[in-house]
């Protein structure tokens, strides 16, 4: 610690000597003409030959990574947005004030450069700078090997460090930013309007979820951050916009974990006149598409195992899914008490009130889904624990839904609507009763929704994909804070 305190003293003696030199340490006027990228671009496949006689001038900025020196002259490595680049400084060609100035630059100071292309006598690309400025004075060192920051508490608590000194981490972020670009731009593609809803609601609705909650001053009440945007999206498809989408925040008052983050985004679309089975078809179009255009095959590593997004997928019911990955037998399910003996002899602690859908949904979360590694859409969940969805003609114990799994969590939750506004009056009822019992996830009762369903919602089905997982599944990621910019963390131990 005494040695960190050393250096800051020393940058900041530095900091001092610039300005009393005249030099602006925080300057402000430094015209970019292109990035190391386009440096590259232009001359990446010339040789050393070819390059003498180039007269191309270029004025780069960047945060110095490294730096060789030899006396008269040295090499640099700077970074920008697109990479990374060699400059050669020398006084010979920058003069003696400009060379004098630069040898009293640091590691993490961020330069402009202009200067030549031309090629070493190693044969690596550079640039030999006519000019070399301090644009930012960093006060702060960068770590001793910038290769080696790995403290996932320091990387996730200082992204901006985690940035600097780990490119791969940049590339996932990109690679998060294209994701969502094509994303967007398939489903608008494929004729659906985007639009925004309420991040402030006064009904936590459209999942099971512990809301947040906030106050508004002027209003005088209590307002919910959104847990999800589904009901307001519905109440779009009343008005006739008969396919919306959101890319969203949702908010949750939940767990930490390798997959959950209390803020997270999903994209969540809505079409009319489409059944859950339509939207899998299209959900299974979709992935394979960003995935293609993002890895470049349908196969490829997560976490050291291949994943095969090939079509088509996996369909499995909740029961399938227990049968196969359980060691049960077809007739427990069938029996709640049996269904209760068996979760608890897997170590489940339920209590006898809970509901035999309920306790499918649970045993199915502990057995079948941590061993869907390649993409599996699972149907006919109970409609104890479907309290939006539309219950199954010929079988009203389920709903018209799916959940897609895949690497051994869920990426998708989607289900053909329900429309019938006394039906919806009703579940909305029971979850209110399994609020009163102390379920804080239960749903509430939302008035307005349940008009607008009486005026006529049309034939509808909708769905939520998670991004931030999908994204931790195209980056093989480990944890969704790795795909996350600034995840939710404790307080920093002072």
């Known amino acids: 610690m005494e040695e960190l305190n050393d250096l800051l003293l020393q940058r900041r003696a530095k900091l001092e000597e610039y300005r009393n030199q005249g030099i602006n340490p925080y300057a402000n006027d430094f015209t970019v003409t292109a990035t190391s990228g386009d440096v590259v671009d232009a001359h990446g496949e010339q040789d050393a030959a070819a390059l003498e006689g180039c007269d191309a001038l270029y004025a780069l900025a960047g945060r110095m990574m490294a730096r060789r020196d030899f006396g008269k002259a040295a090499f640099i490595q700077i970074q920008d ?5 060699q400059v050669f400084v020398s006084r010979d060609n920058v003069g003696e004030d400009a060379f004098q100035a630069f040898r009293g630059l640091d590691i993490g100071d961020i330069v402009g450069i202009t200067g030549k292309p031309f090629r070493t006598k190693t044969n690596e690309l550079s640039l030999r700078a006519d000019s070399v400025r301090l644009l930012t004075k960093s006060l702060q060192p960068l770590p001793e090997k910038w290769h080696g920051l790995t403290d996932v508490e320091t990387r996730y608590r200082q992204r901006y460090l985690d940035l600097i000194v780990n490119p791969e981490v940049q590339e996932v972020f990109r690679k998060r930013s294209r994701i969502i ?18 991040m402030m609601q006064p009904v936590a609705g ?5 809301p947040f ?8 009440m209590d307002l919910f951050l959104r847990i999800a945007p589904e009901l307001y999206l519905k109440r779009l498809v009343v008005g ?16 930490i974990s390798i997959q ?14 489409a059944t859950y089975e339509d939207l899998m078809d299209f959900t299974e179009k979709l992935v394979c598409h960003v995935a ?10 997560y976490g050291g195992r291949e994943v095969d997004l090939s079509a088509p997928w996996d369909r499995l019911t909740v029961k399938e899914a227990i049968l196969k990955y359980g060691d049960v037998e077809p ?30 949904t649970e045993i199915f979360d502990e057995v079948a889904e941590p061993k869907l590694w390649n993409p599996t859409f699972v149907t006919q969940y109970p409609t104890e624990v479907s309290p939006l969805s539309r219950k199954n003609d010929s079988n009203p114990e389920v709903v018209d839904r799916f959940e897609l799994f895949a690497v051994g969590r869920e990426l998708a939750n989607a289900f053909s609507e329900l429309n019938d506004p006394i039906d919806q009056k009703e579940r909305f009822a029971k979850q209110l009763l399994e609020k009163e019992a102390g379920d804080e996830e239960a749903h509430a009762m939302d008035e307005d929704y349940i008009r607008a369903l009486e005026y006529g919602l049309p034939p509808t089905a909708g769905e939520g994909i998670g991004i931030d997982r999908l994204v931790m599944l195209l980056t093989d990621a480990p944890s969704i804070r790795e795909v996350i910019l600034f995840p939710q963390l404790r307080p920093e131990a002072r």
């Open 213 to 220: 909650v906030t106050h508004h001053n002027t209003l005088k």
């Open 181 to 198: 670009s094509l994303i967007r731009n398939y489903m608008v593609d494929n004729d659906f309007l985007e639009v925004e809803t309420p």
């Open 206 to 210: 459209g999942a099971t979820a512990r």
């Open 292 to 301: 293609q255009e993002v890895v470049g095959s349908l196969r490829f590593s």
């Open 81 to 85: 947005r697109s990479g990374r680049l």
């Open 260 to 273: 959950h983050n209390p803020e997270f985004t999903m994209m969540e679309f809505y079409q009319a006149y």
């Open 240 to 255: 006739g916009f008969d396919r919306v989408f959101e890319i969203n925040r949702n908010f949750r008052n939940e767990g």
């Open 331 to 360: 007739h427990v399910l069938e029996d709640k008490s049996r269904c209760l003996a068996y979760a608890r002899s897997l170590g489940l602690d339920f209590d006898d009130g809970i509901g035999h859908g309920k306790l499918l």
